[in-house]
């Protein structure tokens, strides 16, 4: 009997240490070695769109265009990622939306061209982002950010083919606003076969 009790005694020690030593390892583990398909982030105060104020912001990594998410130096911003942020999927007329990350925080929200971020009323169907760009279009010395936008409207022959438009957001000291006017003049003045960076910056420059 004492015999029994002896080793049911070791048989919980070793338990208790073992136990121990997992939840010690398991606090060593980095934050960065979880996995998760979310980024929850904090919308920093002060920089942010005023729509997003005081939100958390959840970004699903599934959701992040990689091919068109670029670190950039964009004035007072310093070193930031601008993130293209794709519809989720099976959403009725969602649009693409942009971010500015920075530490892995959301620093501010791009502002959004239509009502709740639909794209029904002007474009279509979201298909992918062409291009983005980060020039200065209106001499003021702040770089600007320019993306070009494929959509697919599903109206005559070529309706299933991507058509692109561009969109325009102009820099200042709080952000970045929505250049509505001077992006509706390019989309409607420039050809959607000419539509190109180059061409853009060449028909603003000479407004």
């Not at 920093?44 to 670190?71: C, M, W, Y």
Request: net charge negative; with cysteine.
């Amino acid at each position: 009997m004492k015999r029994k009790v002896i080793l049911f005694a070791a048989a919980m020690l070793t338990l208790s240490l073992t136990a121990g030593c997992q939840k010690q390892r398991a606090e060593n583990l980095p934050q960065e070695s979880e996995t998760t398909s979310e980024i929850h982030i904090q919308i920093e105060t002060g920089k942010q769109s005023k729509d997003e104020a005081g939100l958390n912001v959840k970004l699903d990594e599934n959701r992040i265009i990689p091919e068109q998410s670029f670190h950039a130096e964009l004035g007072d911003w310093g070193d930031v990622r601008f993130v293209s942020y794709g519809p989720a999927a099976g959403s009725d007329f969602e649009d693409v939306s942009f971010y500015l990350l920075n530490n892995g925080k959301v620093v501010f929200v791009f502002p959004y061209y239509g009502e709740n971020n639909k794209t029904d009323q002007y474009a279509g169907l979201f298909d992918s982002v062409e291009s983005v760009a980060f020039h200065d279009v209106n001499g003021d010395n702040l770089k600007d950010v320019i993306v070009i936008i494929n959509y697919i409207t599903g109206a005559g022959p070529q309706g299933m083919e991507p058509r692109p438009k561009a969109r325009i957001f102009l820099a200042d000291k709080k952000g970045f606003i929505l250049a509505k006017d001077m992006t509706d003049d390019v989309n409607d003045h420039i050809e959607e076969k000419d539509m190109s960076m180059g061409h853009i910056y060449d028909y603003l420059k000479n407004k």
